[in-house]
């Protein structure tokens, strides 16, 4: 029994030594070691690790008044005994309230799932034996640090690439913004840093309700700066629509921005006097929010094409924009009392802009947003102003392009008549002008539907719009009959060239010659006055054979692409899918190509050119007058 009391009191008395030698370490006995730059050890991966402290830097951090065991409550002898390893230092033995909210915010959940780019309390705050206050200008987490500290990670933008953050380049976009110009230029300590928006400990992404940045928090947070802007905005009927919980309620971010946020006096401002239609037809432009909040439909449009809208997209940034009379952050119906645009309120908003007419105004119905031509809700007086000259547009123009079709079509049944009776240079036979008519058709049948599918909005695609959910088959019908025509033509038309005799003179007298090159420069050193006399006269001049051998390369694409667009899973089956891309593509240029050469090249050639006109008849009766050949005239060239 006595034995057994004696070394109980020898237990004790070890504890007690140990705890003393415990409570007495001091901080300088941990810089009699940590004082020293060579101190170093490795963790578990074997990469070295200082473990220098520096001992001035130390105590002038905030943590300069504790002892080092106050964190590091580990340690119970100096020096350490053999093999030790100091335990990872927690933040949350004194911070419990911060690093409990700190763990449920982004940055905590992600360092809790392993990712280690996840920011820490070290991260922000720096190295733990050196934190300084807050409000020290050399701590990472003073105001106007803040951002660069967020730039560590956030402004490493290939780092950031693997997380897929919606924004890419958050710190460039703030750094121009008003707020980072305001800070970092003009050192105004009270603008908007990253923590205020995003908060600090409890970052959330903007998905997460608790989130200050979440869309229904957004004007709270916003409001912290801008009270009194907040406040009017909760009354507006977006405000309204917000608390209500309409997400498709625009919030501060929609109209102003996010990180870009710039002065509204800057051209590149998105609620600048120019950029605002555009803002506000995020919205009032949508189908989607239109039809499912039953908005009043084509304000956007009907703005722009108003004296006001006009006005702006000529460049008179004073004009009157949707904020000049709707309102900015208090923008309320007009049936509310408040609003700018109650009929009541008229004649003051429209007195804005114009002084000693905005009563007249007000007292007079008229709608800014109403369509253009005659509709409903307009004055009568308007609407029948309106109608008389559209009838009378039609009816002058027709008549005038009746009246010139006549006159055109009188003098060229004279000219081919003329041809007639002197007699002319043969160009086509009997059954190359039924080839030339039958490309005509198709061509123009090809184009026009061609390019009706590509604009189905275009005004010249009006008989496919008023066919409604039939247009798009019949044009397609169209289009192809008129493409497999096309194909059929062509190949009639190769196969006559190659395997009949008058086919193959036509091919030899159709391909290129030396003299073709001679002659194009030769016309073009005449109309610029370098020359006396043009080129001698040829039955197939340059420009005819350059405009054959167009039509059948353009032919040969067309076709082969019209192919591959046709049958889509039979080229997507054999061929990698760029190759269906490239042939959309090139079927698409190949049409316009076509289309602008007739009408630039082919047109002026047999029409507009003024020895043709009023046009080359070789087309309808195959002849053309026959000019006077000259002596120098090749033989050859006269014979075909």
Known sequence: MRTAGLTAL???????????????????????????????????????????VDEAQFVASIHGKHLCMSCHSDVTEVPHPDGFTAKPVSCAQCHRVETEIYRTSDHGQAIHQGVPEAASCKDCHGNNHY??????????????NIPQTCARCHGNTAEMEKFDLRQRSPIVSYEKSVHGLALLEKKEMN??????????????????????????????TCGKCHENVERTYIRSVHGSAVKRGVRDAPVCTDCHGEHSITAIKLATSRVAPANIPDTCGQCHAAQRIITQYRLPPNVFTTYVQSFHGLA????????????????VHDILPSSDLRSTINPQNLPQTCGKCHPGIGTRLGKEFFRIHAPPGAAEGKPWLVNLVTRIYIVLIVVTIGGMAAFNFLDYLHKARRHIAHVKQVGGELRLTRWLRAQHLLLMATFILLAYTGFAHKFPDAMGSWPFQVLSD????????????????FIGLFLVHGV??????????YLRALWFAWHDLGDALGTLAFNIGLRQTPPSHRRWNYAEKAEYWALMWGSVMMIVTGLMLLFTEAVLRTMPK????????????????????IVVWHFYWVIFDPHEYPMNPAWWIGKKPAPALPASEDKADAKH
């Open 496 to 505: 006559s060239l190659v395997l009949t005799r008058k086919g193959r003179e």
């Open 191 to 220: 603008a908007a840093v990253c923590t205020d928006c995003h908060g600090s400990h409890d970052l959330h992404k903007s998905t997460n309700p608790f989130s200050k940045l979440n869309w229904q928090d957004v004007p709270n």
């Open 131 to 144: 934190l300084l206050n807050y409000r020290d200008p050399k701590s990472p987490v003073f105001r106007g």
């Open 578 to 597: 760029v190759w269906l891309d490239v042939a959309q593509v090139i079927h698409y240029y190949e049409a316009v190509l076509a289309t602008l050469a």
């Open 470 to 485: 039939h247009g798009s088959a019949v044009r397609s019908l169209i289009h192809r009959i008129a493409g497999w025509t």
């Open 312 to 327: 702006m997209q000529g460049g008179k940034v004073t004009a009157a924009s949707c904020a000049s009379c709707h309102g």
């Open 10 to 52: 020898w237990c004790v008395a070890l504890l007690s030594a140990a705890a003393v030698r415990a409570a007495t370490i001091e901080n300088a006995d941990c810089f009699a070691c940590h004082s020293d730059e060579q101190l170093v050890t490795s963790d578990s991966a074997g990469k070295t690790v200082s473990l220098y």
